[in-house]
């Protein structure tokens, strides 16, 4: 089981939005405001891309908001409603975003594809990151309305461990499984990587931010070797 998160966070939003600044109220406090803004043409645009990635999974859709107090959620909302029409193959539900956060602790197993916006999809993804027991185990994609995108770890490269053989390079080899599935429409070989991954962790293989007791410690190299033996494994199941 796995969740995909897909949100507006290069563009748009509470982190781009206009007016935002310092100044200072009636009061004469300092203040910092920052503005959530929307326009209909960009919900449409990354609603159609989370409606699609459902299709290609399985077929639920989870839209992310707050429209009982932000009015720029009520838009979200009201667009992505209406997007919807266009695929009647794919369930789509809403959730407001402190009720989500909850439910990904709760039973994460209930989420497939979650569609939000920019500051709730930045939050929600490193919250998910930990339901797989560490942050180094999460792919991430950056995708525009045109070509594959970009395709990398959802952490940064960890310069205080360089060197020592101690990464954990799963989310790195995921990341290639996303980009040939969501990027170049080759699922069969993404299958077959994540496949592997699975199975490589099955036979109980463990970097360091995800080993427990009773399982194999290796390194960065001994743990991407191990994958590679699992490439053509059948099918596992779940762990």
């Given at each position: 089981?796995?969740?995909?998160?897909?949100?507006?966070?290069?563009?748009?939003?509470?982190?781009?939005?206009?007016?935002?600044?310092?100044?200072?109220?009636?009061?004469?406090?300092?203040?910092?405001?920052?503005?959530?803004?929307?326009?209909?043409?960009?919900?449409?645009?990354?609603?159609?891309?989370?409606?699609?990635?459902?299709?290609?999974?399985?077929?639920?859709?989870?839209?992310?908001?707050?429209?009982?107090?932000?009015?720029?959620?009520?838009?979200?909302?009201?667009?992505?409603?209406?997007?919807?029409?266009?695929?009647?193959?794919?369930?789509?539900?809403?959730?407001?975003?402190?009720?989500?956060?909850?439910?990904?602790?709760?039973?994460?197993?209930?989420?497939?594809?979650?569609?939000?916006?920019?500051?709730?999809?930045?939050?929600?993804?490193?919250?998910?990151?930990?339901?797989?027991?560490?942050?180094?185990?999460?792919?991430?994609?950056?995708?525009?309305?045109?070509?594959?995108?970009?395709?990398?770890?959802?952490?940064?490269?960890?310069?205080?461990?360089?060197g020592q053989d101690k990464a954990n390079p799963l989310a790195t080899i995921l990341s290639a499984a996303m980009l040939l599935k969501y990027g170049l429409g080759?699922?069969?070989?993404?299958?077959?990587?994540?496949?592997?991954?699975?199975?490589?962790?099955?036979?109980?293989?463990?970097?360091?931010?995800?080993?427990?007791?009773?399982?194999?410690?290796?390194?960065?190299?001994?743990?991407?070797?191990?994958?590679?033996?699992?490439?053509?494994?059948?099918?596992?199941?779940?762990?």
């Amino acid at each position: 089981m796995s969740i995909i998160v897909i949100d507006l966070i290069l563009e748009s939003g509470i982190y781009f939005g206009k007016p935002r600044g310092f100044g200072t109220n009636e009061k004469g406090e300092d203040i910092g405001f920052n503005t959530e803004v929307y326009s209909t043409h960009e919900i449409d645009r990354i609603a159609r891309v989370a409606f699609e990635i459902a299709r290609k999974r399985r077929g639920q859709l989870c839209s992310v908001d707050k429209a009982n107090v932000l009015e720029a959620s009520m838009l979200w909302r009201k667009r992505v409603t209406a997007i919807a029409s266009e695929y009647p193959d794919v369930e789509l539900s809403h959730m407001y975003v402190d009720n989500a956060a909850m439910q990904l602790v709760r039973y994460p197993k209930q989420f497939d594809t979650i569609v939000t916006n920019n500051i709730f999809g930045d939050i929600l993804s490193d919250e998910a990151s930990m339901i797989t027991g560490s942050i180094g185990m999460l792919p991430s994609a950056s995708l525009g309305e045109s070509g594959p995108g970009l395709f990398e770890p959802i952490h940064g490269s960890a310069p205080d461990i360089a060197g020592q053989d101690k990464a954990n390079p799963l989310a790195t080899i995921l990341s290639a499984a996303m980009l040939l599935k969501y990027g170049l429409g080759e699922a069969n070989a993404a299958n077959r990587i994540e496949n592997a991954v699975l199975d490589t962790l099955n036979r109980g293989f463990r970097t360091g931010d995800i080993y427990s007791t009773g399982n194999k410690l290796v390194g960065c190299k001994e743990m991407g070797e191990e994958v590679l033996k699992s490439v053509d494994s059948p099918v596992p199941t779940a762990i």
